[in-house]
């Protein structure tokens, strides 16, 4: 059992950077695979980063280098840093863990943070 708890999130505005956590709980952290999604109102979750164990690093398209994922497995946390952000990038943006191996399918996480709003103003 894994829990994810999300933080960072914030009131920005467009043009700014933020920093997003995810702290996972227990000791084998190292051994899971994680991603980021987020969902704006009204709209599908979407996929926004992953990191595999390997440390190998996936990016959604519309991502195009402003975002960086990394993790600290002595830390047992992941990050998600984020630059020149835009007003459509607000949303919840939820942290995810697979146990098996992540992909840009939320059915492939087996745990979820709570989420940690961003907001991002013109």
């Known amino acids: 059992q894994v829990q994810l708890v999300e933080s960072g999130g914030g009131l920005v505005q467009a043009g700014d950077s933020l920093r997003l956590s995810c702290a996972a709980s227990g000791r084998t952290f190292s051994s899971y695979d994680m991603g980021w999604f987020r969902q704006a109102p009204g709209k599908e979750q979407e996929f926004v980063a992953e990191i595999r164990r390997s440390g190998s690093r996936y990016y959604g398209d519309f991502v195009k280098g402003r975002f960086t994922i990394s993790r600290d497995n002595a830390k047992n946390t992941a990050y998600l840093q984020m630059h020149s952000l835009k007003p459509e990038d607000t949303g919840v943006y939820y942290c995810?863990?697979?146990?098996?191996?992540?992909?840009?399918?939320?059915?492939?996480?087996?745990?979820w943070g709570q989420g940690t709003q961003v907001t991002v103003s013109s």
């Open positions: 995810a863990a697979a146990i098996v191996a992540s992909s840009s399918y939320p059915n492939q996480y087996d745990y």
